[in-house]
């Protein structure tokens, strides 16, 4: 079993909806939780950190974390085209190292 | 306030050749990484420091080795080039490891022929 997972997608959104990305994660002592966007052929980019169970909103985007079902997700709020990315899920383990999921394909379509 | 810089940006080595990918950042962090990302593997980790004067290996170490010059940088060094090697190489950092989260750099792309 993979340390964090994620549906590999695509997953396929029409503009003005609402995208829903989910991860998992199996170390049950991860403290810390990030989303990152990455468009591609470019670096990944910090778009939300997440320390604390329930919801975190910045703007079209909300984090959700579920500690005991170890369940991390993002939410995007008027998904727009510019929004089609991978979006990669982190946490740190137990050896304080951050894992990454294999990042999950958005496709926002007009 | 460049964040993470890396160079070169782009590179073709033929197999056997060495080089150095450089990386600075200039957010006073402690922790540098470095990872490669190909297709299908996402990203993984090569090697890391956690502060200034110590590195250690991650997940895919073998046929790299680093240096951490001072707290700002951290190079890998390829000594024989592979074409395995191909890939997509991203130097990150963090204030501190276990807690914050990791700025990358723009990547080096490199190809080995």
């Known amino acids: 079993q993979k340390e964090v997972e994620q549906n590999s997608g695509p997953l396929s959104v029409p503009e003005g909806a609402i995208a829903s990305l989910n991860c998992t994660y199996s170390?049950?002592?991860?403290?810390?939780f990030f989303w990152y966007r990455q468009y591609s052929g470019k670096s990944p980019e910090l778009i939300m950190s997440?320390?604390?169970?329930g919801d975190k909103e910045d703007g079209r985007f909300t984090a959700q974390l579920n500690k005991a079902s170890q369940y991390v997700s993002l939410l995007i709020r008027d998904s727009q085209p510019s929004d089609s990315a991978t979006y990669l899920c982190?946490?740190?383990?137990?050896?304080?190292?951050?894992?990454f999921g294999g990042g999950t394909r958005l496709m926002v379509k007009p | 306030n460049a964040g993470v810089t890396q160079t070169p940006k782009f590179q073709v080595l033929k197999t056997g050749q060495s080089m150095t990918l450089q990386c600075a950042q200039d957010?006073?962090?402690?922790?540098m990484y470095w990872y490669r990302q190909d297709p299908g593997m996402g990203l993984r980790l090569i090697y890391y420091?956690?502060?200034?004067?110590?590195?250690d290996k991650g997940e895919v170490p073998n046929g790299y080795n680093v240096s951490r010059l001072n707290k700002r940088e951290f190079s890998l060094r390829l000594e024989s080039a592979a074409p395995s090697q191909t890939s997509v190489y991203f130097c990150?950092?963090?204030?501190?490891?276990?807690?914050?989260?990791?700025?990358f750099g723009d990547g080096t792309r490199l190809s080995i022929l």
């Open positions: 990150a950092s963090t204030s501190w490891q276990g807690n914050q989260p990791q700025h």
């Open positions: 170390d049950r002592v991860s403290q810390s």
């Open positions: 997440i320390y604390s169970n």
């Open positions: 982190a946490v740190y383990n137990a050896g304080n190292m951050l894992t």
């Open positions: 957010m006073n962090h402690n922790s």
């Open positions: 420091s956690a502060s200034e004067g110590t590195t």
